[in-house]
């Protein structure tokens, strides 16, 4: 049986198109896939995201024990409320997941992972916490929204007062508690908004009057092209525990400065690069898509996540190929049964509402 969040009811009230996520049942849109694209890129849109796994990690160790288990350093969190992304590896340098880390005191850290990841991780990482003096705690009782897009802060602080005095001076990528609610500026779409997680059964309440204000829910589909035009990876699709991060465009969230020790740390130092993860942006008609093989003059890639951008207008895809390939270079890829050409690119694609192509 499919798992259903808190707000499950709210999107058969709203008309959503409600599939199979990871075993999730979410809504893939509420009536047009594209137009929730544009509204988000345009104003704002809500989305259900409680689906996610958020982990508090506390304990007198938890610096250290995170020190030891991510890839980033954690180093870069002292002041309360501070966010930072990183990759968890295995022992061999691939990724377990991808995740975002909350620094609120030195004895509490909040992480959120991915759900279709979520009993992985945590015994991930009660494996690695022997001999730290911490307590991995799932918080089960909470539901988490986003709100995205150019006018999402605004929506926020007229659904809940007193949060511009709290909010509007938080920088990105930061966080702040306000009573039972937890109020980050980050998101998955690479517009400004926030990311609030608050008490499941205070979810549909607030869900409701989001709404009341203007603001659209938005679903899983518009959710993929936003991230993919932002240049976001997805994990399963552009890394995963075979793939290194410094081939998956994920270097920069990588400490291999310091001459702190982390979980696959000797294996990314051993291992010769291959391949970088490029931007390829389609020439001809047709649509991008993941698994696609991409041939190129240094040899052989392939498509991790494509689809149609309703932003550029035409097709896009974020690519694993040789990291000789340079930027401008023109590339096969074969799309069914034919030879399409695309070009290599810098991404990320879109952000803050604009075509960076």
């Not at 990724?95 to 620094?103: E, S």
């Not at 009057?209 to 399963?236: F, H, S």
């Not at 690519?319 to 799309?335: D, F, K, L, Q, T």
Request: a negative charge.
């Amino acid at each position: 049986m499919l798992k259903r969040t808190p707000l499950y009811q709210a999107h058969s009230d709203m008309g959503a198109k409600l599939v199979d996520f990871g075993g999730w049942e979410m809504p893939l849109h509420y009536g047009s896939q594209i137009e929730e694209h544009h509204q988000v890129r345009r104003d704002c849109g809500m989305f259900d995201v409680s689906h996610m796994q958020v982990l508090d990690i506390r304990g007198s160790d938890s610096r250290n024990f995170l020190s030891h288990l991510v890839a980033n350093n954690v180093d870069k969190l002292r002041t309360p409320g501070k966010a930072l992304y990183s990759a968890m590896l295995n022992a061999d340098g691939g990724v377990v997941d991808d995740l975002i880390i909350y620094f609120m005191d030195e004895s509490w850290f909040r992480i959120v992972v991915n759900a279709g990841t979520a009993d992985k991780d945590i015994a991930w990482m009660e494996k690695q916490a022997t001999g730290f003096s911490i307590e991995i705690s799932p918080k089960r009782d909470l539901a988490m929204i986003a709100v995205q897009g150019p006018n999402a802060r605004e929506k926020v602080w007229e659904a809940l007062p007193g949060s511009r005095e709290l909010t509007e001076r938080l920088i990105p990528f930061s966080a702040v508690e306000m009573g039972t609610m937890f109020i980050a500026r980050t998101g998955y779409t690479g517009e400004d908004g926030f990311e609030i997680m608050i008490p499941a059964k205070a979810a549909p309440f607030f869900w409701a009057t989001l709404a009341e204000k203007g603001v659209k829910p938005i679903g899983l589909g518009a959710r993929d092209t936003l991230r993919l035009e932002a240049g976001m990876n997805l994990y399963g699709q552009d890394m995963d525990e075979t793939v290194n991060p410094l081939e998956a465009g994920l270097a920069w969230t990588v400490d291999l400065k310091s001459e702190r020790d982390f979980i696959g740390k000797a294996a990314l130092l051993e291992r010769p690069l291959k391949y970088q993860l490029a931007g390829l942006l389609l020439l001809d008609r047709g649509v991008l898509r993941s698994h696609q093989k991409v041939s190129t003059s240094h040899g052989e890639g392939e498509i991790t996540s494509g689809s149609f951008s309703p932003t550029l207008d035409q097709s896009i895809a974020l690519a694993r190929i040789p990291r000789e390939v340079p930027a401008g270079e023109e590339v096969r890829v074969m799309v069914r049964d034919k030879v399409l050409r695309a070009k290599v690119v810098k991404y990320p694609f879109a952000r803050n509402g604009k075509s960076l192509i």
